[in-house]
């Protein structure tokens, strides 16, 4: 694409090289020694200006009719060095090279087809070469800067693709690891509730509408968050969401910890809470959001592994000190084998959130079988 700058370029070389080739052609009708009509210089000079402005389509085709043009026309040489000068810029070393091989070709022609052009003396052909190989420098040079240009362009426009790639997956598995906290805290509250009503086809009719209400409000809730993760996935545009660092709804904080605790109390697990924050409104979102998806996947573990046993979650700390999280799950008395089927990978996603968030992870069951979950995150 011809920019404003070529084409002001061009017209000015187009200038210089119609008052040279004017000058050339009334020096032959003062001399009357030329043995090619004027009129012929005149039409070949003529041509070789106009075709300044096909050299950046045509730049070797351009430099080879301008060589023959320059055997007859003295008015032509000019254009042969604006010739050498684009085929520097636009083509390869051979493609120069040989452009400069048929220049050079067409001087000795010159000297043959018009005995009464004047040879140049010793001095006089080493400045030219020097002006030609200057000439040819700077077109390389050129050349040269617009590929580093442009290989530094393509190379950031990689790293940008990259970025955006690693930014999109990182936004997946960040939506992956929302769908298993959320969703599997309802269904197992659903699975939990549907089974008791299974094994007590024979309950009071209170018990029967107070699990159904649960299914109910579980089913409801679980539905709504599927579809809040859905409508990322749906986004026209995801780089709205990975350039923002605050996930999409549900974002909970600590202060919904409380009604976690009380959905797993009707769920049947005896859960006993215990929070000494200081100043909870103060906690960052982050902190709390992430506390939350801990204490969320210690009260899931134990409704699927241990229900019905005791579990105790303490939360403690403060500002500069940090939030310690701890929930105790006792060994149940009859462990028998859950029928919720477990991942394996909410473990695996907390220490991911809690790495991310600069904190410490532990878990894992003691000498007498209680499983602890055990969570430091910075407060600064």
Same mark, same amino acid.
């Given at each position: 694409?011809?920019?404003?700058?070529?084409?002001?370029?061009?017209?000015?070389?187009?200038?210089?090289?119609?008052?040279?080739?004017?000058?050339?052609?009334?020096?032959?009708?003062?001399?009357?020694?030329?043995?090619?009509?004027?009129?012929?210089?005149?039409?070949?000079?003529?041509?070789?200006?106009?075709?300044?402005?096909?050299?950046?389509?045509? !730049?070797? =085709?351009?430099?080879?009719?301008?060589?023959?043009?320059?055997?007859?026309?003295?008015?032509?040489?000019?254009?042969?060095?604006?010739?050498?000068?684009?085929?520097?810029?636009?083509?390869?070393?051979?493609?120069?090279?040989?452009?400069?091989?048929?220049?050079?070709?067409?001087?000795?022609?010159?000297?043959?087809?018009?005995?009464?052009?004047?040879?140049?003396?010793?001095?006089?052909?080493?400045?030219?070469?020097?002006?030609?190989?200057?000439?040819?420098?700077?077109?390389?040079?050129?050349?040269?800067?617009?590929?580093?240009?442009?290989?530094?362009?393509?190379?950031?426009?990689?790293?940008?693709?990259?970025?955006?790639?690693?930014?999109?997956?990182?936004?997946?598995?960040?939506?992956?690891?929302?769908?298993?906290?959320?969703?599997?805290?309802?269904?197992?509250?659903?699975?939990?509730?549907? =089974?008791?009503?299974?094994?007590?086809?024979?309950? !009071?009719?209170?018990?029967?509408?107070?699990?159904?209400?649960?299914?109910?409000?579980?089913?409801?809730?679980?539905?709504?968050?599927?579809?809040?993760?859905?409508?990322?996935?749906?986004?026209?545009?995801?780089?709205?969401?990975?350039?923002?660092?605050?996930? +999409? !709804?549900?974002?909970?904080?600590?202060?919904?910890?409380?009604?976690?605790?009380? +959905?797993?109390?009707?769920?049947?697990?005896?859960?006993?809470?215990?929070?000494?924050?200081?100043?909870?409104?103060?906690?960052?979102?982050?902190?709390?959001?992430?506390?939350?998806?801990?204490?969320?996947? =210690?009260?899931?573990?134990?409704?699927?592994?241990?229900?019905?046993?005791?579990?105790?979650?303490?939360?403690?700390?403060?500002? =500069?000190?940090?939030?310690?999280?701890?929930?105790?799950?006792?060994? !149940?008395?009859?462990?028998?084998?859950?029928?919720?089927?477990?991942?394996?990978?909410?473990?695996?996603?907390?220490?991911?959130?809690?790495?991310?968030?600069?904190?410490?992870?532990?878990?894992?069951?003691?000498?007498?079988?209680?499983?602890?979950?055990?969570?430091?995150?910075?407060?600064?």
């Amino acid at each position: 694409m011809t920019t404003p700058r070529d084409w002001a370029a061009d017209t000015v070389l187009f200038l210089v090289a119609v008052g040279f080739t004017a000058l050339a052609v009334a020096d032959d009708v003062d001399r009357q020694l030329g043995t090619v009509p004027v009129a012929a210089q005149a039409i070949l000079g003529g041509l070789s200006c106009l075709g300044i402005w096909l050299r950046r389509r045509w !730049p070797v =085709g351009f430099a080879c009719v301008v060589i023959v043009f320059s055997v007859y026309s003295i008015g032509a040489s000019f254009v042969v060095l604006i010739a050498l000068f684009t085929v520097a810029v636009h083509r390869r070393l051979a493609a120069v090279g040989l452009v400069t091989a048929g220049a050079a070709l067409a001087s000795i022609a010159t000297a043959l087809v018009r005995p009464d052009t004047v040879m140049p003396k010793w001095w006089q052909a080493l400045l030219g070469i020097a002006c030609v190989g200057a000439i040819l420098a700077w077109g390389m040079f050129i050349r040269a800067r617009r590929q580093l240009t442009q290989t530094l362009r393509e190379r950031a426009r990689q790293a940008d693709e990259e970025r955006i790639t690693q930014a999109r997956q990182q936004e997946r598995h960040r939506i992956a690891r929302e769908m298993h906290d959320v969703l599997a805290h309802r269904i197992s509250l659903l699975s939990l509730h549907a =089974g008791a009503l299974e094994l007590r086809p024979g309950a !009071p009719a209170d018990e029967v509408t107070r699990a159904a209400g649960v299914i109910r409000e579980s089913a409801h809730r679980a539905l709504e968050d599927l579809r809040a993760v859905i409508g990322v996935l749906r986004a026209d545009s995801i780089s709205d969401h990975w350039a923002d660092e605050t996930p +999409e !709804p549900p974002q909970p904080t600590l202060a919904h910890i409380p009604e976690l605790v009380d +959905e797993s109390r009707q769920a049947g697990t005896p859960v006993r809470l215990d929070c000494t924050v200081s100043d909870p409104p103060a906690v960052p979102s982050a902190v709390g959001r992430t506390a939350y998806r801990i204490v969320q996947e =210690g009260l899931t573990n134990a409704r699927k592994h241990a229900h019905g046993a005791e579990v105790s979650v303490t939360i403690s700390g403060g500002r =500069g000190d940090g939030i310690t999280l701890e929930i105790l799950s006792r060994y !149940p008395i009859n462990a028998a084998a859950t029928a919720i089927p477990g991942s394996g990978n909410g473990i695996i996603g907390l220490a991911e959130r809690v790495g991310l968030a600069g904190g410490r992870l532990e878990h894992g069951r003691g000498d007498t079988g209680d499983f602890r979950l055990w969570a430091w995150l910075p407060w600064p």
